[in-house]
DNA sequence: ACATTAAGTGATT
DNA sequence: AATCACTTAATGT
């Protein structure tokens, strides 16, 4: 008896490619978690028990500090994994950053103690674990680039256009002030940026609401 | 109508 | 690019 969220998540599988037998134990020993919008599921220095693979929604992973202050890194999104769990649970490590429900999620949530014994028996997993750290080292070397070469004007325009490519939608429902975290800046700074992308035409913004065009 | 939260602005460092 | 101090605009109760 199959679920519609199991039906999903097999033909997702499917989609990546994972061999049958590892699609069935996928099944078999994962649960589905439900997220909402807003919530932590990770903060840095917690042990990662759990390999997330993201069915819907979406996922943003930041560093902090002790202070409150944090830098997006990276989004994780449907299909994907957060390659940084992986590294934690194979390592025993604990996580260096934080994860939050940037989008309400169902994430399938596949026990760590599995990951081992896959990526030996399934050549797909591991294709799939190894493709997952590169994409999240590329994601994350242009954040890194963003922040040392980059002034805040640019650093803004590529956080816009980062966030339409992760949520496929040109429509960004954040404040300055939400925005102004996530690059670690200023709120004033931000409204002055924004102010001058929607005098040369590259935004539209409303309260709350930027628009890409 | 009033309070609260978001965004805009000039001056200063 | 950040901070301060303040204004104006939008939204919730």
Redesign the pocket.
């Known amino acids: 008896m199959l679920h519609t969220h199991q039906i999903r998540l097999k033909s997702l599988l499917k989609e990546k490619g994972f061999e049958e037998s590892l699609i069935e134990e996928i099944l078999t020993c994962g649960r589905l978690k439900k997220a909402k919008k807003g919530a932590y599921l990770l903060s840095s220095g917690m042990k990662v028990a759990y390999l997330p693979f993201i069915l819907s929604g979406r996922l943003r992973a930041y560093r902090g500090d002790d202070e409150g202050h944090e830098i997006t890194l990276f989004y994780t999104g449907r299909g994907e994994t957060c390659s940084f769990a992986i590294n934690s649970i194979i390592n025993q490590t604990p996580s260096g950053i934080g994860s939050i429900v940037e989008q309400s999620a169902e994430i399938w949530m596949i026990p760590g103690t599995k990951v081992d014994a896959w990526i030996v028996k399934y050549p797909n997993f591991r294709k799939f674990i190894f493709q997952s750290t590169n994409d999240k080292v590329d994601d994350l070397l242009s954040t890194f680039d963003s922040i040392s070469f980059m002034?805040?004007?640019d650093r803004l325009y590529k956080y816009l256009l980062d966030l339409k490519h992760a949520s496929g939608s040109s429509t960004i429902t954040k404040?300055?002030?939400q925005i102004a975290i996530e690059l670690?800046?200023?709120?004033?700074?931000i409204?002055?940026?924004?102010?001058h992308l929607?005098a040369t035409r590259q935004i539209r913004?409303?309260?709350?609401r930027v628009e890409l065009l």
């Open positions: 002034k805040m004007g404040s300055h002030q670690n800046t200023s709120r004033v700074v409204s002055r940026l924004m102010k929607s913004q409303q309260r709350n």
